[in-house]
């Protein structure tokens, strides 16, 4: 019997962040400045909490009464994500509403609590990441369901809410309608799956598939419901075939809400889809060859292997190659985040020995990349807007060099130029590709790195090599300090994380610690 | 390759005990050496951020370098024979495949500390220390931007130094390399607005590049032939299979060999070092004469276990040596920048250290790098006051007698002395060190080299002239001189306008300073007391280090302390062996087949007397002789010196050596047309083949295909959302028709 208050323990660091979300709706509304301005600080100190909550319970034995299949995931997985969302906040603090706040300070406009967004907005900040943190710990489909909902359903409203406009609108529009046909999907896969194993709990649905694949191999229902479902989530990755939404959607949304699409629904998808494909297990299987024969191979089951090859290369190829001609600066970051969606997807098929650790080692890299980029963009303004053209960027070596430093770094990092840390974590995942057999992935990665240089160094074309221009020159930076923190912070931990190298790359490898692989678990059952 | 298996047993003989290495977590404290540095380059940029403008950066980059050459000298105390590895915190350690040797790279945060890495740093720290301090009076014309600049690049190029010389493996010593050369970069580029010294910058930058790629793919090669870059591993993996005549294995000490040529300017990669005097001289001095271009010497003698077991690899590296101290002397007898001719002097006797490297005697490399960072250091130093006092005046035609100006008698005093030193004058410090390294070269058993030790004797006498060219035509003879173009000792100023007024107003010595700006009448000023300081300071050591043999000489038998140092390190591993150097002082433990050896060599006559003798007399004789000829041209009669260079001129003959030399042998303009030439024709048409084809075509082909595809469907979307879900769910409904297709059709 599972002690519950076990299990709600568990939960702590969701809710101290769903408290700070109710407590920061209502602290929006307030008459006072002062009380306003505190909003950033509450969801900071929320985060902050979440994190020491998180050491507090997150002990042994309260796991193993929580049955997870993937028990250690949520320690290292819901710290990043506070820590990369305290990044989020930061990017966001100053820019949400503050036109109107200005108005309000300088006595042009009297405060209307229906005019503000703030509150809504951190709040629902908090309860999508809350929504991710809650799909790190599911054990089974329909809290891995709910969880999923909670990070999306909030974004599709901050895509709104935060900028009045028909593109924002517009935006939201479309993100919602294809998340919903994305949701479908991956509906239509839990389904399936149910169908196939007759259990919603992920780890019996995990022995029950290990059952079949000791016997005639998974069956149909089986793996397409898996390939389903991964399709399906590819929406949250922004992969392919899902990709589409992700430049309209990213150059349309608010810079900051740009940022938090970047990576929060990312992170939420990658836990989700690995959750899912640790049902399916990457060992075990065996294929039967004419005569009947069995032949074991290392590996997730070949057909989801393929799919997911193929859209790991499909999504690198099209997000590199469809960012080399853009102009919009949001609109080449999305393809960005299609691409690096599609090198974590390497590390995925490789699967817990080394390729899921390479992954979240990747995505820790990756958040800070965003939140300097982010934080470097959203520092800056002209006439009052976001700053969205490479154009505008010109010549903010002369302007602002300290900036024009963090984004060239930022921009290298991505771009993987030793020794930052976003080079090393990609080094590190195309050496367990290679370690894990998908030695034809790592050289598509390698080449996508190559192709995907066009356009990180456009950035530092821009801001380092090309001369003010007519545009450039009504660049300002924003009066707040927040953004910039955020970008001066992540910009240092790209050059300090590499000294952690061997640490970070233990640390996330203990994601997968207390897995028990497809394989294994058949051995176990034959033991018994 | 005749000797390959007498080597390879004495490898293994001397193999066990002083390589084999412990942890010392209790030495932890040793990281200091490294940490002050990196701590000051830190507060400097701050002091940037903050736009200090006083002194403040020098101060706390002499007290960081001062802290870490204490660290050092109790770390001399602290280590014994064996090598201690000390390990400041984990950075690299992975294990993959069942984590056995080749299926592992650890690469942490290690010091390895031997003798050699503390007789290294010894004089890295010391010398960086005052030179600081000389540099804080030096570069104060432009305190505020340029001063922090300076003195944060002087921190990280100690920092970097440190990585390079006390890293525990070899990506440390690579990161340490990369890392001076940043700094190197940083300081010849100072001046940025000066077009030299940019084109100098760069011309360092790509010029090392060379050698680092070397640096690099031996790198790669020994993790890929012995599995590991540890150092304390290394020695073991060496000594488990010392000469895999693999060529991956053969190749190694070729690739480090490109490396050191490149960071210590050797042939052929040596044309950076004479342009990189047009950083400041305080950095001329430390990094570009005393301490980071001896870092190719520390990488051989460091890594001599690979090169020992590799003769042929050995002979080039003698070669290479002895030639560019040939090439590079006679280089330097034919210029008229004083700043030059020390720089060629540094290349010539660099050559001399390879020269000793290659023979063997890696105590005869390490005594002359520790003598020579000395007094070349103070040379340096020396023509600085100068130029800082003549407003920038380098040229050694237009000065003379500088003996006899008022404020400079101290400087031109130990100028001299620095000219005695660096022409190995009888009973000097380098005159021993280079004694060292021309009998190793006569008595080694490689037959191949001998003729170098005859090389080395000329170089001496070379050595010898140009060194007192300078010496009698600037400091001796009827006081004249002309003052430098640059108003303010040598600084580009074009935004500091304002900063002159704050310097002069801070050191109260406006009026001195006041002169340079006014071309009526000129007057010296002679440094104060942070410049004469480091002077003194530096000379007394340039004189210490002969110590070592003078106590050789008066206590007969009585081991070298500098051979005791390199002795218990991997520098000396298997040298012992090979070693023919001299015999007065046994300090290596003596093995039998030492004793064996030292019989053989006292078979080695030169002129019929014994080597050492003969070295020692001829070497005496060599450098008398250059000076009196200098004697006789440069101060007696100077008209004789024209009149022999028109004569040499006049005769087509005899032409080309004068054109030859003043032009430095047209090397650069022999890279420019070999390399530099066809390179650029190279990058040109692919900058075409990149701009018509590439980017016209392939690139923004498949850039616009997206769009191009876009418009194919824009019936079905253009930004209508009905059309992206209509792709997405085909998108899902291709793939899953797909999986059925392929796979699960035949499953039932």
């Known amino acids: 019997m599972v002690d519950m208050s076990q299990t709600v323990a568990l939960l702590a660091p969701e809710i101290v962040l769903f408290v700070a979300s109710m407590l920061v709706a209502v602290l929006g509304l307030s008459r006072s400045t002062g009380i306003r301005s505190l909003v950033p600080w509450v969801c900071v100190a929320a985060l902050v909490g979440s994190i020491l909550a998180l050491e507090a319970v997150w002990t042994p034995e309260r796991i193993q009464g929580a049955r997870l299949l993937f028990p250690m995931l949520g320690k290292y997985g819901k710290a990043l994500i506070a820590l990369i969302g305290i990044g989020l906040v930061a990017v966001s603090a100053g820019s949400i509403d503050r036109r109107y706040e200005e108005a309000v300070a300088r006595g042009r406009a009297s405060f209307d609590a229906l005019r503000v967004v703030r509150g809504e907005y951190y709040a629902f900040l908090l309860l999508s990441l809350t929504g991710a943190m809650l799909v790190m710990s599911a054990p089974d489909l329909i809290w891995l369901f709910l969880g999923l909902e909670l990070v999306s359903l909030p974004t599709y409203i901050m895509v709104a809410v935060a900028r009045t406009g028909r593109r924002s609108m517009e935006a939201a529009m479309k993100y919602f309608f294809l998340g919903a046909l994305a949701t479908a999907v991956t509906l239509y896969g839990f389904a399936m799956l149910y169908g196939a194993t007759g259990t919603m709990q992920l780890i019996p649905m995990r022995d029950a598939l290990a059952e079949q694949a000791a016997g005639a191999g998974l069956s149909t229902t089986a793996l397409l419901g898996t390939i389903l479902t991964v399709l399906g989530l590819c929406f949250k990755l922004a992969a392919v075939p899902m ?131 982010f934080g470097v963009l959203a520092a800056l303004e002209r006439k009052g807007e ?142 018994r | ?142 305190v505020g931007k340029g001063y922090t600049r300076f003195f944060g690049a002087v921190s990280i190029f100690l920092f970097a130094m440190g990585c390079l010389v006390m890293g525990g493996n070899l990506v440390m010593l690579y990161l340490g390399w990369e890392g001076v050369g940043l700094a190197s970069y940083l300081l010849i580029g100072y001046y940025f607005t000066k077009p030299e010294a940019v084109a100098a910058a760069k011309k360092a930058f790509i010029v090392n590049r060379i050698g680092d790629l070397g640096l690099a793919l031996a790198l790669f090669l020994i993790w890929q032939c012995y599995g590991t870059v540890e150092y304390a591993a290394l020695w073991k993996a060496i000594e488990a299979a010392p000469a895999s005549s693999e060529w991956t ?129 103070l040379l340096f130093l020396t023509a600085g006051a100068v130029m800082h006092g003549f407003a920038g005046q380098l040229d050694i035609r237009k000065l003379s007698g500088l003996l006899k100006v008022p404020g400079f008698r101290l400087v031109s005093l130990l100028a001299v002395l620095g000219c005695f030193w660096l022409a190995a004058f009888p009973f000097t410090a380098a005159f021993f060190s280079k004694d060292e390294i021309l009998v190793s070269a006569f008595t080694a058993k490689d037959e191949r080299v001998h003729v170098l030790g005859w090389i080395g004797l000329v170089v001496a006498a070379l050595t010898a002239y140009y060194t007192f060219r300078v010496g009698f035509r600037v400091f001796f003879g009827p006081v004249k001189y002309e003052p430098g173009d640059e108003h303010h000792g040598h600084d580009d100023h074009q935004d500091h306008g304002h900063d002159h007024g704050h310097a002069h107003g801070s050191h109260g010595a406006s009026a001195a300073h006041g002169g340079h700006g006014h071309h009526g009448e000129f007057h010296p000023h002679g440094p104060r007391w942070a410049i004469r300081v480091p002077l003194v300071l530096i000379a007394v050591g340039a004189m210490l280090a002969g110590w070592p043999s003078y106590r050789t000489m008066l206590n007969h038998g009585e081991p070298n302390w500098v051979k005791t140092q390199v002795a218990q390190s991997s520098a000396y591993q298997g040298v012992a062996a090979e070693s023919h150097g001299s015999h007065d002082d046994h300090a290596a433990a003596p093995t039998a087949a030492e004793g064996e050896h030292a019989h053989a060599d006292h078979g080695h006559l030169v002129l019929g007397m014994d080597a050492h003798t003969a070295v020692g007399r001829l070497g005496s004789l060599a450098c008398i002789a250059g000076i009196l000829v200098s004697l006789y041209l440069h101060l007696i009669n100077r008209g004789a010196a024209d009149a022999l260079r028109r004569t040499l001129m006049g005769s087509i003959a005899t032409r080309w050596i004068v054109v030859g030399a003043e032009r430095k042998w047209l090397v650069d303009e022999f890279y420019d047309w070999v390399i530099r030439l066809p390179l650029r024709l190279v990058a040109n048409i692919l900058s075409a083949i990149d701009e018509l084809l590439l980017d016209a075509g392939i690139v923004n082909g498949i850039g616009a295909l997206p769009a191009a595809f876009g418009r194919l469907f824009r019936p079905l979307y253009g930004g209508v959302v009905q059309g992206y879900a209509v792709t997405m769910a085909g998108g899902v409904a291709l793939v899953a028709a797909w999986v059925i297709w392929i796979w699960l059709r035949g499953a039932n």
């Open chain 1, 386 to 527: 976001e700053v969205d053209s490479f154009e505008s960027l010109a010549g903010l070596r002369a302007s602002h060099p300290g900036l024009a430093f963090l984004l060239t770094l930022s921009a290298l990092s991505l771009l993987g130029v030793p020794p930052l840390f976003g080079a090393l974590a990609k080094i590190v995942l195309v050496f367990v590709a290679f370690e894990g057999g998908q030695a034809s992935l790592a050289a598509v990665l390698l080449l996508n790195t190559a192709i995907g240089a066009v356009y990180y160094l456009r950035f530092v074309g821009a801001a380092v090599v090309n001369p003010t221009n007519a545009k450039s020159q009504e660049v300002v930076v924003v009066p707040h300090w927040w953004p910039k923190t955020a970008a001066v912070v992540a910009g240092l931990g790209l050059i300090v994380l590499p000294a952690f190298l061997s640490r970070l790359v233990d640390a996330s490898a203990t994601t997968v610690d207390g897995y028990v692989d497809l394989g294994e678990a058949v051995a176990s059952d034959e033991q």
């Open chain 2, 1 to 142: 390759m005749i000797a390959a298996p007498a080597m390879l047993s004495s490898v293994l003989a001397l193999a066990e005990g002083p390589l084999d290495a412990h942890a010392a977590p209790e030495l932890r404290w040793a990281g200091l050496a490294l940490l002050l540095p990196l701590i000051s380059g830190v507060l400097c940029l701050l002091c940037g951020w903050m736009k200090v403008r006083s002194k403040l950066p020098a101060a706390l980059t002499i007290a960081a370098l001062g802290g870490a050459f204490a660290t050092i000298l109790r770390l001399q105390g602290a280590v014994g024979e064996t090598p201690v590895v000390i390990n400041l915190f984990d950075w690299i350690s992975w294990t993959w495949g069942d984590g056995s040797r080749f299926h592992g790279f650890t690469a942490n945060v290690d010091l390895y500390i031997d003798r050699l890495t503390v007789f290294w740093m010894l004089f890295v720290t010391g010398l960086g220390t005052l030179i600081a301090l000389y540099a804080s009076e030096y570069m104060e014309s432009d």
């Open chain 1, 243 to 373: 990709h589409f939404y992700a430049p309209d959607v990213y150059e349309g949304a608010p810079l900051p809400v740009t940022a938090f699409l970047s990576f929060t629904p990312k992170i939420a998808g990658f836990s989700a889809l690995i959750t899912v494909l640790g049902t399916v297990g990457w060992s075990g299987h065996a294929m039967v060859d004419h005569d009947g024969v069995r032949i074991a191979y290392e590996g997730l089951p070949q057909p989801i292997t393929a799919v997911l090859w193929m859209v790991a290369a499909l999504t690198m190829l099209l997000g590199n190659i469809g960012g080399i001609l853009q102009t919009s600066l949001k609109r080449t970051l999305a393809y960005s985040s299609i691409a690096n969606s599609g090198y974590m997807l390497v590390g995925v098929i490789v699967g817990p020995k080394g390729g899921i650790g390479a992954m979240y080692l990747f995505m820790l890299g990756y958040g800070v990349m965003t939140v300097a980029t």
């Open chain 2, 249 to 377: 294995a053969q190749a190694i000490p070729w690739l480090l060999m490109l490396g050191a040529f490149g960071k210590s300017a050797q042939l052929p990669l040596y044309v950076w070092l004479p342009d990189a005097m047009e950083g400041p001289t305080p950095v001329s001095a430390l990094i570009h004469a005393a301490t980071m271009v001896t870092a190719g010497v520390y990488l051989i003698a460091r890594m001599f276990p690979l090169f020992i077991v590799n003769p042929d690899a050995l002979a080039a590296v003698a070669w290479v040596g002895g030639l560019t101290a040939l090439l590079a002397a006679t280089i330097g007898m034919a210029q008229y920048d004083m700043k030059r001719i020390w720089a060629y002097s540094t290349i010539s006797q660099l050559g001399y250290m390879f020269l000793g490297l290659g023979v063997g005697t890696t105590f005869g490399a390490s005594y002359h790098v520790f003598t020579h960072a000395f007094f070349k250091a």
